[in-house]
């Protein structure tokens, strides 16, 4: 798996992501800078890391959304590349227009970092194959807007057409709001785009993939990708 | 010099915080009346903050070398080897009065600096602390305060990408008027390619990097009379505003740059900004600089060169590059969309001449302007010895169980969740133990290494006597960093305290540098860092005295991280230490029993080194299986937190020949709680190596119970645990609004 990081001035999360595709994927990512224009060569899979991309001025991802660099990622979606955005990344790619709906502060207007539990909504996207459809993993966030919302007709064909592949939800994958910690509509952890091809989630599967961070569920997000592209070749 | 600078009267000297006999001291210097910019220079160097003139000569006493010591104090940050050609650079910064006028950028600007300084060193942050004092929780300010330091501490560390490992945080009546903030960064290097400030060369250029200069920072704010001009506009605050999203621009231009060679020396922008940094790598390289102002780049029109030299704009360095490098240095700052500019270069003469649109406003001898800086030895009085309070005086007001779930509700003891789940502990991915331990461990690049990183103090010790305080603040981190398997290597000082021209402040002051000093040397533990913060005080009446101690260890393996969870029933509960019930000082005495008395415990130099050796090679051999040291609260305390981590509970009884009370909440020192498996083996090496090392029971259940006791459910002690401070900060007020630092910040 060939995968590219995009680096926006003020992304910071951008080392983890690398690092979580090295092991995993036992190859070395390119790093992209966003005044650039084209994706290297060959380009499997374009990761948007986490961070303050410009600060979070403005609006979070709207500046990053705009910058050189996303016009050839916006061809790359077009064409069915796979695309996974993350934290900042999710906020960016819904500016961007590759995703909608967009990320409030969190309802209870604090940053937050910890572990939460995560539902995997389905298992037959190229993002969530090393998982079980039900399954709860566990993974940290860190973000102070991270509140999915959009307008009632796109939440009804996001949840219609089974575009919503993770779930804030307690340990046993219960949904409720004890165990929403952001407030987000309908717990929304993670999306895709109609094609499938782009993913936007807040919580940060690339820090759990080593034992020293308490677990690693976040492997089987990074070990499905390596497994469909295999499988494609 | 020019001619339309304002006067120097004796009213404009004092309102630069010089005294009469201080200016007299300038004038024979130079041997003439100082220009306006020239006064403004000198009241910058010569101030508290950047001169230490009153803690100069005591600082002096302090060891600061050891094999490991690469650099020690002096340079933006001290610097250690930790083998495999790597070094540790790491510092801890006060940022407390700032910080009570705007908690948000107070805090925020704090962290900054400190970061910068870790950074300007060539090293790459990888962890952050703080240590927080903050006033009485009923003081109307206590709440907004609280939030506004948090939020800002967060707001830049979470920003510029660095995680927030830990920390500590009390509340005491005396810091109502004054809380302090102190941040500590820690960040690792290549042991070859640290930077230094020192010049060297005559005629290389000298670079301005980074933000805009503006008026903020500026000292002046008791200056707005007519040199400023009479508007508004002018009257700016003196708190910084911080940009982190630049400060990560200028970390990774800095690196780049460094890593390219390009760089001879470098210097951040602090305290007093321009002149200082200017003079110190001047000075260090003895060499002369000029400076032409009209080359820096404003953030406003119309600045004159005493704004410019005095603002304290933030995310701003200054670099001696290698004329040869300067294109491919530019290139790179453009890169990262920064101001460069060169502003200046190096000089034989040993002058620091500043011009500003074609007129000299400064010319001084430049060594003189640091080193013939005032050095005061004042006077001080030893703080009073405090009777030690027997145990059998203090009549237990409530049963052992009703004190314990008292006292883990606490403010001083409650979790911190509300606050460490505000910072980002994650990022980096090599957090191996988040807050909320004895010390955070943080893998070192691919590892195996690691670094335990904690910060402390016992203020109210302190106050009761300096000397065993200055101890105990520094056996403390040496026990934190113990108890989860690292080897202490060395530390940083944050000293906060008063006002040191009254004798009683001074003699705490002297009291706790004795102390540290004393801990530091029989531990091996040198200084490597540190601030002095004074005058932190509010109508007269000082805070505790609060020399915050930041530690830091090295953990061969990080795999081999010990931490405090009981990790199964069924095993044995070890107290490690010799307890003798010491109540006096302790927070039982404080907050069950309403009394801040007595001295406080004794610091036994040679115990805490022989029980903390033991315990690390008890870790080291693998037959513990946690490991927390006592501290607040005592015995009991530490149980009760070993126990919630996990939910397991345990079955502990008493030693017979101590009050029961000062048993379980006497706060002796030099002490542990570990588990084991086999605690006979444990009781064998103990034995031959001299160590108290006493049975308290065994791990099981869901309930803790001292025998003879009511028994306590875990399920009732961590909702008192994880339930005062949020709901402290849920309460009445709308200081919520104020969170985001009056509009400042987006």
Redesign the interface.
């Known amino acids: 798996m060939k995968s590219a990081v995009l680096v926006f001035p003020g992304i910071n999360r951008e080392r983890d992501m690398a690092r979580a595709l090295r092991l995993i994927s036992g190859r070395e990512p390119a790093m992209v800078w966003h005044a650039d224009t084209a994706l290297p060569a060959g380009t499997d899979l374009v990761v948007i890391p986490g961070g303050f991309s410009y600060g979070d001025y403005l609006r979070c991802g709207a500046i990053a959304a705009r910058a050189p660099i996303m016009e050839a990622v916006r061809k790359f979606a077009q064409k069915g590349g796979l695309l996974l955005a993350v934290c900042n990344g999710f906020q960016i790619a819904c500016e961007a227009g590759l995703l909608p709906g967009v990320l409030m502060r969190n309802a209870q207007l604090r940053f937050i970092c910890r572990d939460v539990y995560l539902r995997v909504e389905r298992s037959d996207t190229p993002f969530t194959r090393g998982y079980n459809a039900g399954q709860v993993i566990r993974v940290p966030v860190a973000h102070g807007e991270g509140n999915y919302i959009a307008d009632g007709e796109t939440i009804a064909r996001l949840e219609g057409e089974g575009r919503v592949v993770f779930r804030y939800s307690s340990p046993d994958g219960m949904v409720n709001p004890n165990w929403n910690h952001n407030g987000a509509l309908n717990a929304i952890a993670g999306i895709v785009n109609e094609r499938g091809n782009v993913l936007g989630m807040m919580p940060h599967p690339e820090n759990h993939v080593e034992a020293l961070m308490g677990r690693t569920d976040g492997r089987g997000l990074f070990a499905g990708l390596v497994d469909h592209f295999e499988r494609a070749a | 010099m020019t001619s339309n600078e304002p006067a120097i009267t004796p009213e404009l000297v004092a309102e630069h915080g010089l005294t009469p006999d201080e200016y007299e001291r300038i004038v024979k210097l130079i041997g003439r009346e100082p220009s306006f910019t020239e006064l403004g220079i000198f009241s910058a160097m010569w101030n508290e903050h950047c001169s230490y003139k009153s803690s100069k000569i005591h600082l002096r006493t302090l060891p600061t070398k050891a094999p490991w010591v690469i650099q020690g104090p002096g340079e933006n940050a001290g610097v250690i080897d930790i083998g495999d050609g790597l070094a540790v650079v790491f510092k801890m910064e006060s940022h407390n009065h700032p910080s009570y006028i705007e908690p948000y950028q107070g805090a925020a600007t704090g962290v900054g600096g400190i970061l910068r300084d870790v950074f300007t060193m060539g090293a790459r942050p990888i962890a952050c602390l703080n240590a927080l004092s903050f006033g009485d929780p009923a003081h109307p300010k206590t709440r907004h305060l609280v939030a506004g330091v948090v939020?800002g501490i967060?707001?830049y560390g979470?920003?510029?990408?660095v995680p927030t490992v830990g920390g500590e945080m009390r509340f005491h009546r005396r810091y109502d008027g004054n809380c302090l903030v102190n941040a500590m960064a820690v960040g690792i290097a290549e042991k070859d390619k640290i930077f230094y400030s020192a010049a060297s060369g005559v005629g290389m250029p000298l670079v301005y990097l980074g933000s805009k200069t503006g008026r903020d920072g500026i000292h002046g704010a008791s200056m707005a009379s007519a040199e400023f001009g009479a508007d508004a506009e002018e009257k700016r605050p003196t708190v910084q505003v911080g940009?982190?999203?630049?400060e990560?621009?200028l970390l990774e231009a800095c690196l780049e740059i460094m890593a390219k060679g390009c760089v001879i020396a470098i210097q951040d922008m602090g305290a007093a900004g321009l002149t200082c940094s200017a003079v110190e790598m001047g000075a260090k390289g003895d060499l002369g600089v000029t400076l032409d102002l009209d080359k820096v780049p404003c953030r406003e029109t119309g600045m004159s060169g005493y704004e410019m030299m005095l603002s304290e704009s933030q995310e701003r360095m200054l670099m001696v590059l290698k004329p040869e490098k300067e294109k491919a240095a530019a290139a790179i700052f453009r890169k990262?969309?920064l101001d460069f500019a060169v502003i200046g270069q190096t000089t034989p003469n040993k002058r620091f001449v500043v011009s500003h649109g074609g007129a000299v406003m400064a010319d001084l001898p430049i060594k003189e302007l640091g080193d013939q800086a005032p050095v005061y030895e004042r006077p001080f009085v030893e703080t009073r010895k405090l009777p030690v309070i027997a145990a059998a005086s203090v009549a237990p007001p409530m049963s052992i169980a009703d004190a314990l779930e008292k006292l883990i509700g606490s403010p001083d003891l409650c979790a911190k969740r509300w606050v460490?789940?505000?910072?980002?502990?994650?990022?980096?991915?090599?957090?191996?133990q988040r807050p909320g331990g004895d010390a955070a461990v943080v893998?070192v690049n691919e590892?195996p290494k690691a670094l335990a990183l904690t910060a402390d103090v016992t203020p109210r010790y302190c106050e009761a006597d300096a000397f065993e305080g200055g101890k105990q603040a520094v056996a403390e981190a040496y026990r934190n960093l113990s108890a989860v398997g690292a080897r202490p290597l060395a530390l940083t000082d944050n000293l906060n305290f008063g006002n040191p021209e009254r004798p009683e402040i001074m003699g705490q002051l002297v009291g706790c540098i004795r102390g540290i000093g004393e801990a530091a040397r029989a531990l091996d533990f040198p200084i490597v860092s540190g601030n002095v913060s004074l005058y932190n005080e509010t109508n007269g009446r000082a805070i505790l005295p609060t020399p915050t101690i930041g530690g830091v260890g090295l953990l061969d393996d990080?795999?081999k991280s010990m931490t405090f969870a009981f990790k199964a029933e069924g095993e044995s509960i070890l107290l490690v230490g010799a307890t003798e019930g010491w109540l006096g000082q302790s927070l039982y005495l404080r907050d069950i029993c309403g009394r801040e008395e007595g001295a406080p415990p004794p610091v036994d130099l040679a115990a805490e080194r022989r029980n903390s050796g033991f315990v690390s090679t008890l870790i080291r051999d693998g037959l513990v299986t946690a490991v927390h040291d006592i501290s607040d609260g005592g015995i009991l305390v530490a149980l009760a937190e070993m126990a919630m981590a996990l939910r397991i509970g345990a079955v502990v009884e008493s030693s017979a020949f101590i009050p029961a009370h000062a048993f379980w909440f006497g706060e002796d020192q030099a002490r542990y709680v570990v588990t084991a498996k086999n605690a006979d083996a444990i009781l064998q090496r103990a034995g031959d190596a001299a160590v108290p090392v006493l049975r308290l029971g065994a791990t099981g259940g869901t309930v803790l119970t001292v025998a003879g006791e009511r028994p306590v459910l875990l399920s009732d002690l961590l909702a008192r645990f994880e339930g005062w401070l949020p709901a402290y900060m849920a309460g009445p007020g709308d200081e919520?609004k104020q969170?985001r630092g009056g509009g400042t910040q987006?």
Request: proline share 6%; hydrophobic share 35%; glycine share 18%.
């Open positions: 939020a967060g707001g979470n920003s510029f990408g940009d982190p999203f630049s990560k621009l990262w969309g460490f789940e505000q910072y980002d502990h994650i990022i980096l991915g090599n957090t191996v893998r590892g990080f795999t919520q969170v987006p």
